[in-house]
């Protein structure tokens, strides 16, 4: 493996019904069954996490390929979905949705830095293949 220039450190202990904390103990976080799983839901879930994780690889990748070919795409708004669908055997595979609104570009240049971004966001280069997502762009889906 290539050194990373980066690692984030996480211990979670109680799994979906325990506690998340970062090493640097900026983030300490109780963990809950969203009420539809039948938890009560009175903490976060994993599906949450990778929503707001995603949604931000996504626009800091939108943001810097914007600056790269001279377009201000700082202003991008993203609703993110992490969704836990039925598999079979009652297993569950994850699907997400990205919602892009990017005021300052006009449609053609937002789709086509959207499609960047989706081939170079180390999130989606990670779920790639594996994981159903649907992207939309102001108001174009990808």
């Known amino acids: 493996m290539t050194a990373p220039i980066y690692t984030?450190?996480?211990?979670?202990?109680?799994?979906?019904?325990?506690?998340?904390?970062?090493?640097?103990?900026r983030l300490d976080l109780t963990l809950r069954l969203p009420e539809e799983?039948?938890?009560?839901?009175?903490?976060?879930?994993?599906?949450?996490?990778?929503?707001?994780?995603y949604a931000a690889c996504f626009g800091s990748t939108m943001d810097v390929l914007g600056q790269f070919k001279g377009l201000a795409a700082?202003?991008?708004?993203?609703?993110?979905?992490a969704m836990l669908v039925p598999a079979e055997g009652g297993a569950f595979r994850l699907g997400v949705e990205l919602r892009v609104t990017l005021p300052s570009l006009a449609e053609a240049e937002a789709v086509?830095?959207?499609?960047?971004?989706?081939?170079?966001?180390?999130?989606?280069?990670?779920?790639?293949?594996?994981v159903d997502v649907a992207i939309v762009v102001n108001g174009t889906a990808l």
């Open 74 to 81: 700082g202003d991008a708004e993203i609703d993110a979905k």
């Open 112 to 130: 086509e830095l959207g499609r960047a971004a989706h081939r170079t966001c180390p999130y989606s280069s990670a779920i790639r293949g594996n």
């Open 37 to 53: 799983m039948g938890g009560d839901g009175a903490g976060v879930n994993p599906e949450q996490l990778f929503a707001i994780g």
């Open 8 to 25: 984030a450190e996480a211990r979670v202990t109680g799994g979906r019904n325990g506690r998340g904390r970062t090493s640097d103990g």
